[in-house]
């Protein structure tokens, strides 16, 4: 579960990074 969790955090990054940059 801990992994699932993670991954979400990674995923909501990414988009951040994606929105920020575009």
Known sequence: MA???HD???STMCANLIHIFN
């Open 3 to 5: 992994l699932s969790v």
């Open 8 to 10: 979400r955090l990674l």
